[in-house]
């Protein structure tokens, strides 16, 4: 009990920290971290909707429904990959979790995420049918959703320190993957032969229980969406700490 | 009792060529499969075997030439390393200090970073703001405690620390060559101020290249070589001995020794 409101504790300091650092000398401060999100989905949204043409009933809704998450998701393994050895000359100074370090930069992420969901979503929701269920059961998948990206970002940001290019081929990956996986486009698109891709794409399994909640709600669908997700969130960080155990000595050593 | 270390045995690896992006990789690959998919590498054994305590009140000069492993042993009592093998017991919470210039966010002012600070030092502590108080009055920053880090000098940064990790006491407080960086004027100040909190804290594991303070300090002195307690005892005699020993070190063979060299 004592160890978790020390840990919450130092992560909140940590957030707060590092949000009054990014943004003290910006003349729009904050504004920047929402604009990214916004103008993506702004240009998108037009995009595929009048250019492309996709026919998708509530397009808006569907769109923002993927695409926000995504980008927290995104942002997250980004900015957190290189968390721990940013951090290192604090790991090995005090003996404070590295937990710490990548929660608080999930945290930062997810006000952001936040900021911008309520900015974009709260007006296409009005606009366009959004299910009261769905809203309300909306934390669930959220849940295992950060879950699933602390396993990610914690593997991703320990792999880091031995080998500097995971970074780089991240992004690289990253990049690949938005077309690869159903954010701007039905599940339905892609040909049955090749389903399987987006069934073991984690970050997709991750936010399809998050866009029926928001866009099509029906509970059959949300159980069955929500099962893989419920088994990434939970592996996920498992396997992230089986991993950092093996090698916390050298991890050390590396720093 | 504070602290029992019991047949640690600490071993780190380090890479003769480190390799850790695809070129450098790449490049070896062509040059030497071998050498590229079976490294070599050597194995710096910090502690073998190693064991002994600390109790209630004793303050611990720990001696050992560079490169012996003096900081890996403290960093494992602190919990930051984990041995290979063997048991570290602590009765007691442990602070251990190895940094002390130290600006974590160099954006933040001093305050900010003290605030920072306090909260991974003294993690559960209810009196946060009294230790960020006491320690900007000490530090003498004066105007420059509501200026960002980045602007300090490294000796104003290592006041800033100083002053918070030397606030309050703990069970064993491990301190590593503490008062580097820290200009005479501030050093003398804080030395007192350390020396009242290594006094009130239960023990003291502490390293330091300055024999006059280890003399002043410790009531016992630890010399550690090749993985190994190669002295314990009275601290005047420790000192005697390491500087003959060092001496004598430094003319028969290298300092820096790995122990096994090894194809992994």
């Known amino acids: ?255 | 009792m504070i602290l029992e270390v019991e047949k640690i045995n600490l071993v780190y690896r380090i890479p003769l060529q480190r390799r850790t992006n695809f070129r450098d990789v790449f490049t070896s690959l062509v040059q030497d499969p071998m050498d590229t998919l079976f490294p070599n590498a050597d194995y710096l054994h910090v502690a073998k075997d190693l064991s002994f305590t600390i109790s209630e009140g004793e303050r611990i000069g720990l001696l050992g030439v560079n490169g012996v492993g003096k900081t890996s042993l403290c960093r494992c009592i602190a919990g930051l390393f984990l041995p290979k093998s063997g048991k570290i017991k602590r009765y007691g919470p442990v602070r251990g200090v190895f940094n002390t210039a130290l600006g974590i966010q160099p954006e933040l002012t001093g305050r900010e970073n003290a605030e920072l600070l306090a909260h991974f030092i003294y993690p559960g502590t209810k009196d946060i703001d009294k230790i960020i108080d006491e320690a900007i009055e000490f530090s003498e920053l004066g105007q420059f405690a509501e200026a960002p880090v980045k602007l300090y000098s490294n000796g104003m940064q290592t006041r800033l620390c100083l002053s918070v990790i030397s606030a309050r006491p703990t069970g064993l407080l491990i301190l590593d060559e503490v008062f580097d960086g820290a200009d005479m004027f501030f050093r003398e100040k804080v030395s007192h101020r350390v020396l009242r909190l290594m006094k009130s804290s239960g023990g003291v594991l502490f390293v330091s290249h300055g024999m006059e303070q280890i003399k002043r300090v410790c009531t016992r002195v630890l010399v550690l070589h090749r993985g190994q307690i190669i002295f314990d005892g009275e601290p005047q005699e420790g000192i005697h001995f390491f500087e003959n020993f060092d001496r004598g070190v430094k003319g028969t063979e290298g300092l820096f020794q790995f122990d096994g060299h090894q194809r992994i």
Request: proline share 7%.
């Open chain 1, 1 to 255: 009990m004592q160890t978790s409101k020390i840990f919450l504790t130092q992560v909140r300091v940590l957030t707060i920290a590092n949000l009054k650092s990014r943004y003290r000398k910006t003349v729009a401060g904050f504004l920047w971290v929402v604009l990214n999100p916004l103008l993506m989905y702004g240009v998108q949204s037009q995009i595929f909707k009048k250019f492309l043409k996709l026919g998708v009933p509530n397009y808006y809704l569907f769109l923002a429904s993927g695409l926000l998450p995504w980008i927290f998701i995104v942002q997250t393994l980004e900015m957190g990959t290189p968390t721990i050895l940013h951090n290192g000359h604090l790991l090995k100074s005090y003996p404070t979790s590295p937990l710490v370090y990548l929660t608080s930069q999930i945290a930062d992420n997810f006000i952001n995420f936040i900021a911008a969901f309520l900015i974009v979503l709260v007006p296409v929701a009005y606009m366009e049918k959004v299910t009261i269920p769905g809203l309300l059961l909306l934390p669930i998948p959220l849940f295992f959703l950060i879950l699933g990206v602390l396993g990610m970002v914690w593997f991703l940001a320990t792999l880091q320190v031995f080998f500097r290019d995971t970074n780089f081929i991240l992004r690289f990956a990253l990049s690949i993957l938005y077309f690869m996986t159903p954010i701007f486009y039905p599940v339905s698109y892609i040909p049955e032969n090749l389903r399987w891709i987006a069934g073991i794409n984690p970050i997709y399994i991750l936010i399809a229980p998050f866009r029926i909640c928001i866009y099509s709600f029906e509970i059959h669908q949300f159980t069955s969406a929500l099962v893989p997700a419920v088994v990434v969130g939970i592996l996920s960080p498992i396997f992230a700490y089986l991993y950092w155990q093996r090698k916390k000595n050298d991890i050390y050593f590396n720093l």
